[in-house]
Nanobody, 127 residues
Framework: EVQLVESGGGLVQAGGSLRLSCVAS????????IAWFRQAPGKEREGVSC????????YYLDSVKGRFTISIDNAKNTVYLQMNSLKPEDTAVYYC????????????????????WGQGTQVTVSS
C-alpha cells in the first residue's frame, strides 16, 4: 500500500524558510512522479513542484521558481520541498502526491493524475 506522510509545516515570517518532508512507503521513487500541491482557503488546489526521478526531471510553478527546490533522498525514501523567501501568498495546506502513471508535461500539475496523497501540512506565512 502506497502511503505518504508530510511534515515540516508551520508559521514563519515573510522572507523566512521552511523545509517540507514527505516520507513514502509501499513504493520506490524510480517508477513514480512525485509532486507537491497546495491549497489555500477558498482556492483550488494547485501544483507547486514535481520531480520524476527516472527522468532526472524537476518542474516548478512559475511563482515559486528560484525560491523552492524539490529533492529526493532515496536512502530515506523522502521527498523534500525547500521553501525560501516565503511570501504571505504561499500560505496554504501543502500536499505530497504520487503516481505511477505516465505524466506528460501538460499533466504534471493535474491533481486527478495522482492517485496517492498525503494528509497535508499547514504552511502559514505572516507579513
Amino acid at each position: 500500500e502506497v502511503q505518504l506522510v508530510e511534515s515540516g509545516g508551520g508559521l514563519v515570517q515573510a522572507g523566512g524558510s521552511l523545509r517540507l518532508s514527505c516520507v513514502a512507503s509501499g513504493f520506490t521513487f524510480d517508477d513514480y512522479a512525485i509532486a507537491w500541491f497546495r491549497q489555500a482557503p477558498g482556492k483550488e488546489r494547485e501544483g507547486v513542484s514535481c520531480i520524476i526521478p527516472s527522468a532526472d526531471y524537476t518542474y516548478y510553478l512559475d511563482s515559486v521558481k528560484g525560491r523552492f527546490t524539490i529533492s529526493i533522498d532515496n536512502a530515506k525514501n523522502t521527498v523534500y520541498l525547500q521553501m525560501n523567501s516565503l511570501k504571505p501568498e504561499d500560505t496554504a495546506v501543502y500536499y505530497c502526491a504520487a503516481t505511477d502513471a505516465v505524466v506528460t508535461i501538460g499533466e504534471i500539475f493535474t491533481a486527478q493524475r495522482y492517485d496517492s496523497w498525503g494528509q497535508g501540512t499547514q504552511v502559514t506565512v505572516s507579513s
